[in-house]
């Protein structure tokens, strides 16, 4: 059994470890609410912008773009993102598994014709070990995620596949449901499937049939119009993108630092009546020696 001093110093210890836990908590709280006004502030933009290229797309005129044009893929771009530190849980381990998963299944076309984009220290790593040609450092756009930068990396995405240097962009990253609820997820980015933005507006929900028919007047066309508004919409998906794994980063290390504090509470107490028992013990160890020592 530990003695007493063993006991009480890792209490000290398990103490001091709960204050930073805690800390960090409060600190990943507070970046948590900043995330989520970011995105409040976002959302009603881009569910207009959605709106109107839903509307028009919803029109009878035939439209075709370089962004919607599919071909055999035989060259590929994956932007995965994942976080600058560690302690949020399975955040980057998990991403870092689909990340896996998804070279798998294009390992028939050769490391050298996929191409992966990581937004964040932790992925850069693993691509690293992965043996992946890594295009560039996004470090900077995990921390506060600002629109140019998004447009920047959006910029360099749509001029890759509207050269025909690459046929198929994906993304890779959590979106935030819920404080609770961080979905990973895996998605199409280029070619654009235009089909599927008829059915949704910009909050994943079915949009309400109008009850009449959308007859617009454009100047100067419809196709020029939806030219300007696609590039618009696919940067718009590239910052969303990062705010929504900005913000389920800060969320998971609350929870994970909740959890590691009520872990550490639990362990005190444990500590706690460990530390009793053995002062016990040794107290009435003393008294039997003290009476033994007087019977003689």
């Given at each position: 059994m530990a003695s007493l001093k063993e006991v009480k110093n890792r209490i000290s210890s398990v103490k001091s470890t709960r204050q930073i836990t805690s800390?960090?908590?409060m600190v990943a709280s507070a970046k948590l609410h900043k995330a989520q006004g970011r995105i409040t502030s976002m959302l009603p933009y881009q569910r207009k912008l959605n709106e109107i290229l839903t509307?028009?797309?919803r029109t009878e005129t035939s439209f075709e773009s370089v962004y919607t044009a599919k071909r055999e893929v035989t060259r590929v771009a994956i932007v995965v993102c994942s976080s600058n530190s560690s302690l949020c849980g399975a955040y980057n381990s998990n991403v870092a598994r689909l990340l896996e998963k998804t070279l798998a299944g294009y390992s028939h076309l050769g490391k050298e014709n996929i191409l992966v984009y990581p937004v964040g220290k932790k992925i850069e790593e693993a691509v690293k070990k992965l043996g992946c040609v890594k295009q560039g450092s996004y470090q900077k756009l995990v921390d506060v995620p600002a629109y140019a930068d998004a447009y920047r990396l959006a910029e360099e995405l749509m001029a890759s596949f509207a050269e025909n240097k690459v046929d198929r962009v994906e993304l890779i990253y959590h979106h935030f449901k819920s404080m609770g609820s961080q979905i990973l997820t895996r998605e199409d980015y280029l070619p654009i499937d235009?089909?599927?933005?008829?059915?949704?507006?910009?909050d994943g929900k079915k949009e309400a049939s109008r009850g009449f028919n959308n007859d617009y007047i454009v100047e100067p066309s419809v196709g020029k119009v939806l030219a300007e508004l696609l590039p618009m919409v696919l940067c718009q998906k590239i910052y969303t993108m990062l705010l929504d794994s900005v913000t389920s980063e800060h969320a998971a290390r609350m929870l994970a630092m909740q959890a590691a504090t009520d872990n550490?509470?639990?362990?005190?107490q444990e500590l706690t009546i460990q530390y009793n028992k053995t002062r016990q013990q040794s107290i009435t160890n003393e008294l039997l020696d003290i009476i033994g020592?007087?019977?003689k």
């Open positions: 800390a960090m908590k509307n028009f797309l235009l089909s599927k933005m008829t059915e949704a507006t910009g550490a509470d639990d362990l005190i020592g007087s019977m």
